[in-house]
């Protein structure tokens, strides 16, 4: 199976998020995809002059959901490639909760957490993961 622009799409690696702010990526050959809020997968083109910024967990607990993490997964691919990533956390310890700023009518949707718990387990309620039962 093939996407619109003929690379092929993965069926079988699952989809993730990274745990920190961003990460980014500059590699030489395709072997990302990301979903669209609308759940299509795009294969991102990839090369030596282009530089991809997946948003990660922490921005979407921060903005209480309004800024959701990139769901992203590693794709098959044959022969090599090079890759340059940078991953930007906070440490270990701190806190990671909704912004007061998105914040609407006292409804925090994310517990607050710290970015070491985002890092080594995930937090119910992410959008790769089943969404927290509503608070009462």
Request: charged share 20%; glycine share 8%.
């Amino acid at each position: 199976r093939t996407d619109g622009q003929g690379l092929s799409i993965a069926k079988h690696t699952a989809w993730r998020t990274d745990p920190g702010l961003f990460l980014l990526i500059s590699q030489t050959e395709p072997c990302f995809q990301v979903q669209d809020a609308h759940g299509n997968t795009c294969n991102l083109r990839c090369g030596a002059e282009r530089w991809v910024v997946l948003l990660g967990d922490a921005i979407e607990v921060m903005t209480n959901g309004l800024i959701k993490a990139t769901k992203y997964r590693v794709v098959p691919r044959k022969g090599e490639r090079a890759a340059l990533e940078f991953a930007a956390r906070l440490d270990p310890e701190a806190q990671v909760a909704p912004h007061p700023l998105f914040i609407e009518a006292g409804a925090d949707l994310y517990p607050s957490t710290t970015q070491a718990a985002l890092m080594s387990s995930r937090v119910d309620g992410l959008s790769c993961y089943t969404p927290s039962p509503a608070r009462p």
